[in-house]
Nanobody
Framework: QVQLVESGGGLVQAGGSLRLACAASDRTFRYYNLAWFRQAPGKERQFVAIVNIGGDSPLYADSVKGRVTISRDNAKNTGYLEMNNLKIEDTAVYHC???????????????WGQGTQVTVSS
């Protein structure tokens, strides 16, 4: 079992930035790919980004490409999602996830965090 806890969400104006963190329960985190998904009210959970175990091969959804950076610090059992130039459409609950497989599908994720709310205002 890998427990994940997100933090860093909040209210930010459009064009602003946030840095989300994903703290894992123990060092087994380093054996999983790290992914971020988001879910807006009434919508399905959508892929945002994923990075490999080594942290040097990220993949981003088209909707956030160029505005988001995913990273990880395996020594600290922590993943991150830096978001810049935020848009109102980015408003959602953001979940970090651990997955043995390289996937953008939410139904293939092994472990989920509880989520942190990101609200972008005009």
């Amino acid at each position: 079992q890998v427990q994940l806890v997100e933090s860093g969400g909040g209210l930010v104006q459009a064009g602003g930035s946030l840095r989300l963190a994903c703290a894992a329960s123990d060092r087994t985190f380093r054996y999983y790919n790290l992914a971020w998904f988001r879910q807006a009210p009434g919508k399905e959970r959508q892929f945002v980004a994923i990075v490999n175990i080594g942290g040097d091969s990220p993949l981003y959804a088209d909707s956030v490409k160029g505005r988001v950076t995913i990273s990880r610090d395996n020594a600290k059992n922590t993943g991150y999602l830096e978001m810049n130039n935020l848009k109102i459409e980015d408003t959602a609950v953001y979940h970090c996830a651990a997955t043995r497989s390289w996937t953008t599908r939410n139904d293939l994720i092994d472990y989920w965090g509880q989520g942190t709310q990101v609200t972008v205002s005009s």
